[in-house]
């Protein structure tokens, strides 16, 4: 039997896992008042102190871009991140904070990608998510003009998606064509639903996830996050060496 074997097998109780060693979230809504995020300015900041709290060096949030909802432009976020980096520093807070966007595969993307008015993290990396109700048609015709455009996507949540729950290999297939996966670290805790639980270490037991997030909205997801840490599959995911999170 092998060491993970061993200490994974039933009844077996966890230590709660290192979020240092993850060092870095990028799936956040921090910026205050711009999406279904962050309230105002106190919020963001608890919510802040929370990741510090729980290991994180570093928190790269990333708001909502919807064209007929969150229009939120590249100097709107910038603006908001300036704004958060100037009350950290008024109030002491050590943490390195950087913005992106969560951009919403919607009839305006294609349009933001030939603008070039695209936020991105690291080395080009586009965070983008799919409608809940059903796999767009143009989903391969955006990561091309994405990686046409020298941009490289990572998909939001993919364990979140019910329309592929019964299409597994469909993760196999974005990976294949050069889609890096982002999972919701609160899948793993049920929080979502059931199903979405059972998908998700499912992914994470086949070596699908490329990268995590909080996907922190209010305080009550970190709370619950940190109920949870002692999770199989979280210990899993964590002491993955290629993790994106820790080369960021």
């Known amino acids: 039997m092998s060491f993970f074997s061993n200490i994974f097998k039933k009844g077996h109780q966890l230590p709660p896992v290192d979020l240092s060693a993850v060092s870095v979230d990028f799936h956040s809504h921090l910026i ?29 949030t ?21 704004e958060v980096k100037n009350e950290l520093t008024k109030q002491g807070i050590n943490i390195e904070i950087e913005a992106a966007a969560e951009y919403n595969l919607d009839d305006g993307l294609s349009k933001l990608i030939k603008d070039k008015q695209i936020l991105t993290f690291g080395d080009n990396y586009v965070l983008f998510e799919l409608p809940f ?22 998909l939001a949540h993919p364990e979140r998606y019910g329309f592929w729950y019964r299409n597994f290999e469909k993760y196999e297939e974005l990976k294949a064509r050069g889609v890096l996966l982002q999972m919701n670290l609160l899948s793993l805790t049920g929080h979502y639903s059931p199903e979405t639980k059972k998908v998700a270490e499912k992914m994470v037991e086949a070596n ?25 599959h979280l210990h899993q995911l ?10 960021l």
Do not use: W
């Open 32 to 60: 205050p008042g711009i999406d279904d995020g962050s309230p105002d300015m106190e919020s963001t900041i608890t919510m802040i102190r929370k990741f510090k709290e729980l290991g994180y060096q570093k928190v790269i």
């Open 62 to 82: 990333t708001p909502h871009v919807m064209c007929d909802y969150y229009q939120n432009t590249p100097e709107k976020i910038l603006k908001g991140l300036d």
């Open 133 to 154: 109700m059903s796999e767009p048609p143009n989903l391969q015709e955006i990561i091309f003009e994405l990686q046409m455009a020298g941009y490289r996507p990572i």
């Open 208 to 232: 699908l996830i490329d990268g995590v997030g909080t996907d922190c909205h209010r305080i009550e997801h970190l709370m619950q996050f940190e109920d949870s840490l002692s999770l199989k």
């Open 238 to 247: 964590v002491n993955q060496e290629n993790l994106l999170n820790k080369k």
